[in-house]
């Protein structure tokens, strides 16, 4: 199964986790006294931690008009600040033996350092100092706006799938923010300037929209201590605004869509549906969904394989995907990739007949027990990785989730039963939420 | 908020001693039957990593059979013994282990993953794997169908066709020379029997070296490695030799239709196992090693907005050494940012590198190094990498010695040494304006 992740991240612009979390015991959570969230993951092992700031700030909130200010606005806070050149907290990381960056998603911006344990108050002191107090020239707007547009080149414009993913996004989502790519449509970008930039940090940057997540060699009372101290002194931001985004209106209507570009060698079939996520203290659902997912299209076991890879051997790859930490309404996808000399109306027939199939069969008890085992087991082998850890807490408070939302998940997925899926699949698998894409060679061009 | 501004200076000023080093304990274990491991114990959580690495990887494909050893490798995990490809499958989800294979120009590696509770059932599966793997027609070709698509997919991809074209220009008809996934022809021509020889020439012990973290000892680690690869034949097939490098200084333009240009560029690199190597790879970190500090970073990106990265990196091989960087800037400022790179090439070698950049490197360097051991998994295959490069068992302990004891000296003549701004050609795919392949 050879290409496996470069499909998986054809369809999917961000990572999920397959594995659930039991660590439950490594985990501490606190707030301080201006609302700023905490996250404490330890694993003593080696002398390194991992010091992460997520702010409830994404792409989604953006202000109209201005779609990718979140992620430049990201770029920005590495110029100077009141105390701090331009570069210099990225080369003080560095002189410290450790590596920074950032990234920007719908729902969440996030800043982190990985560094050796005893560098944490350092890292502290120039997070805290970045969340209020940037200080941008009219050449740091002109260049970082040039290296962002770069960007987008690089991620986007130089790669077929991902623009027929941005097409197939804008499609989906009527009237909500998550049709609209992260990095910013190209006409938007290059009209970013300054007060943009500004508008969104003073909106958005503020403890009371923040969550510290510290994984690694730390003690939980010591990160308290030094963040009262550093994000402590940070006054709340009074006027942040509640994260009430414009909502999808009832979808009525099946889409499709054709995307044809000469750049495209390997042409398929994706498939999604607009399909609820996470919600805190009610992820039943959302388990479903996950298990769903799996059934059909989690490998080379997966009933989807089973069928157009084995079985009828019409599709050199199949898979379904569905990412449940998310804000608001999220996607459960399909893709099929066809083999040589299939089309792709036969693929998306293919696809849809053995989709149909599976209801009927209904769920393969051995499979879904094999799964559940796998994800037990993935909460062992989790803690191996506690940054991994981390990452899923910082999304999950990005996302609506709590704490406990975190620690619940991996029992509920335990629980759902094979009706729950197959009743959760007639539920939301809707041809009326649907879009279909074809990725096409544009033959006249390509000769 | 005032007295804060002061506490950053403070600290920035105060705290630039080098943090402790991860303490990795390595014991090497040899089995009753005689093979040898590095074991790092650690029994805090139920689980063992387990690298395996054969030396040789798709470089020890036969004259014709280009791809067959990345086929044979994908198809490992297409079923073994009695089991056909979905119950093998079935029984690997089964116990929850994870078996990953992958085919590098010098090496082929399997990495494992297994729980405590059902190990043995674990390396029996992994025992069939390896010694009785299926290769069942029906696996060949449906796993060529997935490499043919991915080899479809790379001739439209510019940056693989960057990779090959350069690739072709340094090595020539060597191995190095070609893409180790073989080319649409030769794919499609290799035969179930191709794919026996290929599994035959890879795994054998004269090439194997093996990596083991967490929970398991060295008894029961020696019993587990007679068991997993006792029975491997001794020799596997003959390693080529030495590849001659042969970069042209200049520019040769591919032309692709698409927005933005993306360049590799080149010239003659350094061998591992030379004694100037510590001091290029600091001058690397300091030219475009990956950190934003980097001064290819700062100049192409930071300063001039040219480009989303740009990185130099030293490509130490087993048959030959060549020095490479990447790049990726908008087709009307691809050429101003080759230019760029160009001169920074140039100051490094006549200008080398100042004591504050010197001593920015070595901190990073130093202090970065134990950031890498944060797993069982990536410590089994750091470890692996250092029997294969022939470094000592103690080698973390004194590596960032080594470091550390490169002077500004060191990397300034090696920076005159080394850096060939004449010798440095770009691989440009796309249109860039203003650029052009060079004479031959």
């Not at chain 2, 090959?164 to 030769?186: E, L, N, Q, V, W």
């Not at chain 2, 490479?324 to 590198?353: F, P, Y």
């Amino acid at each position: 199964m050879i290409k496996r992740i470069a499909w998986a991240t054809a369809i999917l612009s961000t990572s999920w986790a397959t594995a659930a979390i039991a660590s439950d015991e490594l985990v501490s959570s606190f707030e301080l006294n201006n609302g700023m969230q905490i996250v404490v993951v330890e694993d003593h092992r080696a002398p390194v931690v991992q010091h992460m700031v997520w702010y409830r700030a994404g792409s989604a909130d953006e202000p109209k008009g201005q779609s990718g200010v979140a992620h430049y606005l990201e770029h920005l806070l590495f110029k100077a600040t009141d105390t701090l050149e331009a570069g210099e907290l990225s080369a003080t990381v560095a002189a410290n033996g450790g590596r920074d960056n950032a990234f920007t998603s719908h729902d969440y911006t996030v800043y982190f350092q990985r560094v050796a344990s005893d560098r944490l108050e350092l890292m502290m002191s120039m997070e805290s100092d970045r969340m209020v107090n940037i200080r941008l020239t009219e050449e740091n707007i002109v260049t970082e706006r040039e290296v962002i547009l770069e960007e987008r080149n690089q991620r986007t414009d130089n790669n077929p799938r991902a623009l027929f993913r941005e097409q197939s996004n804008a499609v989906q989502y009527h009237n909500h923010r998550y049709g609209v790519p992260i990095i910013g449509w190209r006409h938007e970008m290059e009209t970013l300037d300054m007060a943009d930039a500004l508008s969104f940090y003073g909106t958005y940057y503020a403890p009371n929209n923040a969550i510290l997540v510290v994984s690694g060699d730390v003690d939980p009372d010591e990160v308290k201590s030094l963040a009262e101290q550093y994000y402590g002194v940070i006054p709340a931001n009074p006027d942040l605004p509640q994260r009430l985004r414009t909502e999808e209106p009832p979808q009525t209507a099946a889409r499709r869509l054709t995307y044809k570009d000469a750049r495209v060698a390997q042409p398929y079939v994706q498939r999604s549906y607009l399909a609820p996520e996470r919600d805190s203290g009610s992820q039943e659902q959302a388990a479903a969904l996950f298990l769903l997912a799996e059934l059909l299209g989690g490998g080379t076991t997966s009933y989807l394989a089973n069928a157009l890879q084995f079985d009828q051997q019409t599709a050199v790859y199949t898979g379904a995907f569905y990412s449940g930490m998310s804000l608001d309404d999220t996607t459960f996808s399909f893709l099929v990739v066809p083999s040589e000399g299939v089309s792709l109306q036969e693929a998306e027939d293919a696809l849809d007949q053995t989709y149909a199939a599976f209801l009927e069969d209904g769920v393969d008890a051995e499979q879904l027990d094999r799964i559940k085992l796998q994800l037990r087991a993935s909460e062992i082998y989790a803690r191996d990785n506690v940054d991994g850890i981390a990452n899923r807490y910082g999304r999950a408070l990005t996302s609506g989730l709590t704490v406990e939302d975190v620690q619940a998940w991996p029992d509920i997925l335990q629980a759902v039963t094979a009706e729950q899926i197959i009743a959760t699949a007639k539920q939301v698998i809707q041809p009326e939420v649907s879009v279909t894409g074809w990725l096409m060679r544009d033959e006249e061009i390509t000769q | 908020m005032m007295g804060f501004k002061h506490i950053v200076a403070a600290l920035v000023t105060c705290l630039f001693a080098l943090p402790a080093l991860a303490e990795v304990k390595i014991k090497e274990v040899t089995s009753p039957g005689g093979i040898t491991a590095w074991l790092v114990e650690d029994h805090s959580i139920p689980f063992t990593a387990l690298e395996l690495r054969f030396r040789g990887g798709t470089s020890l494909d036969a004259p014709g059979k280009r791809g067959a050893i990345y086929l044979m490798a994908g198809l490992l995990e297409e079923g073994a013994g009695d089991l056909m490809a979905q119950d093998y499958a079935k029984a690997l989800e089964a116990l929850a282990a994870s078996f990953s294979y992958d085919t590098g120009k010098d090496t082929t590696s399997i990495s494992a993953r297994f729980l405590s509770e059902n190990r043995d059932d674990a390396i029996a599966l992994l025992r069939d794997t390896i010694h009785q793997p299926r290769f069942d027609q029906v696996a060949v070709d449906r796993v060529r169908g997935q490499v043919l698509s991915g080899l479809r997919s790379d001739a439209k991809d510019p940056n693989d066709i960057a990779g090959r074209a350069f690739a072709a220009m340094t090595y020539g008809d060597h191995p190095y020379g070609t893409d180790g996934k073989g080319t649409i022809d030769s794919v499609t021509a290799l035969t179930r029997q191709d794919i026996v020889d290929a599994h035959r020439s890879v795994f054998a012990r004269d090439q194997l070296y093996v990596g083991a973290v967490g929970d398991i000892n060295a008894e029961q680690l020696g019993a587990m490695l007679d068991t997993l690869l006792g029975d491997l034949p001794d020799t596997g097939a003959p390693i080529p030799g030495p590849a001659t490098v042969t970069i042209p200084g200049g520019v040769t333009v591919i032309d692709f239709d698409t927005p933005q240009s993306v360049a590799l560029f080149g010239q003659i690199g350094i061998d591992r196992d030379d004694p100037r190597f510590f001091a290029a790879y600091v001058m690397n970190q300091i030219l475009g090693g990956g950190s934003f500090e980097s001064r290819l970073m700062t100049e192409v990106r930071e300063k001039r907005g040219l480009t989303y990265g740009v990185y130099s990196y030293l490509v130490p091989r087993d048959l030959a050494a060549i020095y490479m960087g990447s790049v990726a800037s908008a087709n009307d400022k691809m050429a101003q940012a080759v230019q760029v790179i160009r001169d920074e090439w140039n100051r490094m070698a006549t200008e080398g590198v100042t004591e504050k950049e010197l001593q920015d490197a070595k901190t990073y360097l130093t202090g970065a190094y134990p950031l890498r051991f944060d797993g069982n998994g990536p410590i089994a295959s750091i470890m692996v990498g250092m029997q294969v490069q022939g470094l000592p068992i103690d080698y973390i302990a004194t590596r960032n010695d080594k470091v550390n004891a490169v002077t500004l000296e060191d990397v300034n003549t090696l920076a005159a040494e080394l850096m060939d701004p004449d010798g440095l050609h770009f691989t440009v795919v796309g249109r860039p304006e203003g650029l052009e392949s060079s004479p031959e």
